[in-house]
């Protein structure tokens, strides 16, 4: 009602919220009493009021019995919370008073009324849980009764009229009154969303390229299972989801498996999404709150946004969306008492009575485990339009009340029941997730039971677990008993097909693959397997890209991104048709336009020149991630391998050194090692972290559980050097999942002091020296000098030294400013790699966020004598796009851009060098387009 009314339902066409089968209900009073159904969520409540400019609130809500809600004036606004019950529908019916009487009710001390009844659901399934719509409908002067039915009045734009003294008149027709009205405009009827058109589940992670994950997708949100490492660059880089779409992330535990990429996207959700988008809530088992409150005082020191983190300690329902429910299964191993009762025993049971855990079964720290099974709400009845003719009824914006339950008054006085003209209502979809993680979990996981109609089962579960026969007798029971018709998928490293996930970096690789395939090496080329070991009868392997659709009985799988010779035949086809691009390769071997001769062959030209790669044959650069911040389509997060001992790029190295590992950085050494990446983990002898900013050092956790799975037993722990701050992060995390790790902080070998320890693995890959070097970014952030002498027992092509003796120095310098510190300490570098985050047009934003621009990046070379500079640690909007440099050599100093999967021989620098001006052509024949 008033003058503002059309206006105000302008700015909010859906006026409520549903939460958890609760609503509340909030009232304004501006010259007429005035009512908007709002969040429970304080901050929306507050936006409402300041959108709308409503003054403060002269009513509050109250809930009596007799079903009825009274508007108390002169009491401030407080939430009210009104339980539905389960399987009731709520059908709010609000009708207005005219002044006159309003001030009536007022002197005689009476509240005013509006009356509230609750409905069953026109299902008649206790499966929809309360959750359908409700209709605010509106009428003059009326008392509600259940044979009007009107659809809501358009409130007018023009003031109110005086208040009739004439009762009006009591309408019975089929059509809506509304659009009678004069003045106004038909209005949207407002709803809540309590049924899904569409929805699918989607496997978005296996055991290889990526963790186990899978992702639910209806019209309005997105639930997310499992958030291992990679997630976020898979769902949102490739797949297109928008951030502000996903609301709830279920963990199943807390192995890094599960937890590993839920930083990265929390952080990318506070940065990318818009205020009212932020909003994410993480579930877990017990130990996710030590998980996030270690990460928060060790490294991330800012909020991550709206992000709520809620450890599950029962069994049954703990999310009750519009469109989905979810319930908790707890799973305790063996020495922990017996597991909970099953989830299915308590589904819709309140809080207080859901079975909990006794006091003896409390789970360890990282030991927790749970289970969750989730209930779709099927789609809306439609209207059946052969039985609405036979009933005579014209169709019309009226109908849109059957699908709220609501019966119609024909001109006859004949009422016609919901039923009499909906189609038939579908079952819920149902699926359940599975992680039995080993085997002490097998015993309480078999015990589990899934309500009858569930589609699909998902199992997590290694191997060695799917093979005991107790598992397999689980399966067998519930594909003839329980669940004859029911899915079931598993995820293991086994059965699963180590398809690449990021098909659009592979095919950017493999067309620089063609410009020059030494530098640009294609990614692993991963054959099928036959995982039918690792699968019980009637068991489908987990297929990345595969999409489950519910209500529609049928799912699909993306075409593998595999890539066999004939798709690299295809993409030099493609290459060789660009302008330009042949011609640019005419000076080195290429595949576009293949040679003997060039800077590729000729070795002894740069021999002759005084240069030191030449000497360095058995050494290598290889960049695994090239990206800042968060990764994107072609770029993943910091990951360079420094390697010696190694003749060429298909021989795995004897020494590799780690300079950062972003999140994601065992999912990269498998692009590039493919089944040799466990002789490439045991090879691994140093990590040196540069800074304690997420995106070079989240994929740390990974490397030291992958490695020590595949090293022996009396291996000394893998060397860390990083600032002090990973050490703590690294041992709190130890207590969830055990790490192994010696550490050394980089202030101990600043100034190239180097302890024993640190001496020894250098030596191993032939060097001699290692110095941290503060530098201008963050607190404690380091660049690194890493030096290579020729020995007496090596001789002059296996060391790094040229004739003059002057040493291979390779320097890193992590995220940074310009640093003077670091010009001096690098003196006479053979190698730099420096951070080159923005282009020269953003200065501003490079000394804002302690970034260097390209053309800092170039005069820090210089100003070094570096031979040849790396660019590297580009921002994601310049991923379609090389970085402006105006010239490839400027003083001596040549310039490289780095790319991901690059793969650089010492040998081969000069090489790098030439092949840049040919990837150039590529990326504005690849991306013009686009």
């Known amino acids: 009602t008033g003058p503002h009314a059309a206006h105000h339902h302008q700015r909010f066409a859906t006026p409520r919220w549903q939460l958890d089968d609760q609503w509340m209900c909030c009232v304004w009073a501006s010259g007429l009493p005035r009512l908007l159904i709002t969040s429970s ?76 009844r609750s409905r069953s659901s026109r299902s008649g399934s206790p499966q929809s849980g309360g959750q359908e719509k409700t209709d605010v409908a509106t009428s003059r002067n009326q008392t509600p009764s259940a044979g009007n039915h009107h659809h809501p009045r358009t409130p007018s734009r023009t003031p109110p009229r005086a208040p009739s003294r004439t009762p009006p008149r009591t309408r019975s027709h089929t059509r809506p009154t509304g659009q009678q009205a004069q003045g106004g405009t038909r209005q949207r009827r407002p709803t809540v969303m309590t049924s899904t058109k569409t929805a699918y589940v989607e496997v978005v992670g296996t055991a290889h390229d990526t963790s186990p994950a899978i992702y639910l997708g209806t019209e309005a949100n997105g639930y997310l299972f499992n958030c291992g490492e990679g997630s976020q660059r898979y769902i949102f880089g490739l797949h297109g989801i928008r951030a502000g779409k996903l609301k709830n992330i279920f963990l199943t535990g807390t192995h890094w498996d599960q937890v590993g990429g839920t930083i990265g996207m929390c952080l990318s959700l506070r940065d990318d999404t818009a205020a009212d988008d932020r909003k994410i809530t993480i579930w877990g088992p017990p130990g996710l709150s030590e998980v996030m409150s270690a990460a928060s005082q060790t490294f991330l020191h800012t909020s991550m946004g709206a992000t709520n983190f809620r450890e599950v300690h029962h069994n049954g329902q703990i999310l009750n969306d519009p469109a989905i429910k979810v319930d908790s299964h707890q799973i305790l191993p063996l020495g922990h008492g017996a597991s909970p009762a099953p989830a299915a025993a308590s589904h819709g049971a309140p809080a207080s009575k859901r079975p909990r855990l006794e006091e003896g079964d409390a789970v360890g720290v990282g030991e927790g485990v749970v289970c969750y099974t989730v209930t779709i709400s099927p789609p809306a009845r439609n209207i059946d339009m052969v039985k609405l003719k036979a009933l005579g009824i014209k169709p019309g914006p009226w109908l849109a009340n059957f699908k709220d339950g609501k019966s119609l008054t024909l001109p006859s006085g004949e009422t016609v029941e919901p039923d009499a003209v909906l189609g038939p209502l579908s079952d819920p979809y149902q699926f359940a997730i599975v992680n039995c993680p080993d085997l002490r979990y097998v015993n309480a996981t078999c015990r589990m039971d899934f309500p009858p109609g569930t589609s699909t089962v998902f199992h997590t579960a290694p191997a060695e677990v799917v093979a005991t026969a107790e598992y397999t007798r689980w399966i067998a029971t ?159 997060v910091s990951n360079i391998l420094l390697c010696t001992g190694m003749g060429d790029a298909t021989v795995v190295p004897k020494w590799i050194a780690v300079l950062d590992a972003g999140e994601g950085t065992i999912g990269s050494m498998f692009r590039k090692f493919g089944d040799r990446l466990g002789d ?88 001699t020296a290692l110095a941290a070097v503060s530098v201008i970014h963050c607190p404690n952030a380091y660049g690194v000098v890493l030096d290579r002498k020729i020995s007496d027992d090596i001789g002059p092509r296996d060391g ?74 580009f921002s994601a909007r310049k991923q379609k796009e090389m970085p402006v440099v105006a010239e490839r050599t400027v003083d001596g100093t040549r310039t490289i851009v780095a790319f991901d999967g690059m793969h650089v021989d010492f040998k081969d620098l000069p090489l790098a060098t030439e092949v840049t001006p040919a990837v150039d052509i590529l990326f504005a024949n690849m991306f013009a387009e686009k």
């Open 478 to 636: 519930m594909q003839t008993l329980t669940m004859p018709n029911a899915e079931h998928v598993m995820f293991n490293a086994v059965a699963c097909q180590p398809k690449l996930a990021f098909a659009s970096a592979a095919s950017l690789q493999r067309h620089m693959h063609a410009i020059q395939p030494d530098v640009y090496a294609l990614p692993f080329s991963p054959d099928t397997v036959d995982g039918g070991a690792a699968l019980p009868a009637g068991c489908l392997a987990a297929e990345l890209g595969r999409r489950f659709y519910a209500f529609k009985g049928k799912h699909a799988v993306k075409a593998p991104p595999f890539f066999t010779a004939p798709d690299v035949s295809k993409t030099v086809e493609r290459a060789k048709a660009m302008p330009g691009l042949a011609e640019a390769c005419g000076g080195f071997r290429s595949l576009l336009n293949p040679v003997e001769g060039g800077v590729a062959v000729d070795a002894e030209v740069q021999h002759a020149s005084g240069g030191s790669a030449v000497h360095a044959a058995d050494a290598a650069i290889v960049f695994l991630g090239t990206g800042s911040a968060m990764p994107n389509r072609y770029r993943n």
């Open 800 to 873: 790094a030294m040229d004739a003059t003796g002057k040493p291979f120095r390779v320097v890193y310098s992590g995220d940074c400013r310009p640093t003077p510190a670091l010009i001096k300490a690098g003196q006479g570098a053979t190698i730099l790699i420096h951070d080159a985050t923005f282009d020269a047009d953003l200065i501003v934003d490079a000394r804002k966020k302690k970034h260097s621009t390209v053309p800092e990046a170039l005069r820090v070379g210089v100003a070094m004598g570096a031979e040849y500079t790396f660019l590297s640690h």
């Open 41 to 116: 969520r304080p901050q929306w409540s507050a936006q409402l009021r300041r959108v709308a400019g409503l003054p403060s609130p002269r009513f509050a809500v109250a809930l009596l019995g007799g079903g009825r809600l009274n508007l108390c004036e002169g009491a401030p606004l407080r939430p009210t919370w009104h339980s539905l019950g389960p399987g009731l529908r709520p059908s709010l019916e609000l009708h207005t008073l005219s002044s006159t009487q309003a001030q009536s009710q007022r002197s005689d001390s009476q509240p005013l009324r509006y009356q509230w």
């Open 680 to 767: 490439a983990l045991r090879n691994v002898h140093l990590v040196f972290i540069t800074h304690m900013h997420a995106d070079h050092h989240l994929g740390l956790v990974m490397l030291l559980i992958e490695r020590a799975k595949v090293v022996a037993e009396d291996d000394p722990p893998l060397l860390v050097v990083g600032p002090k701050k990973l050490e703590e992060w690294l041992s709190r995390y130890s207590k969830i999942v055990p790490l192994s790790f010696r550490f050394v902080p980089c202030v101990d070998v600043a100034d190239g002091r180097a302890s024993e320890v640190v001496q020894i693995e250098l030596a191993r890959g032939g060097l």
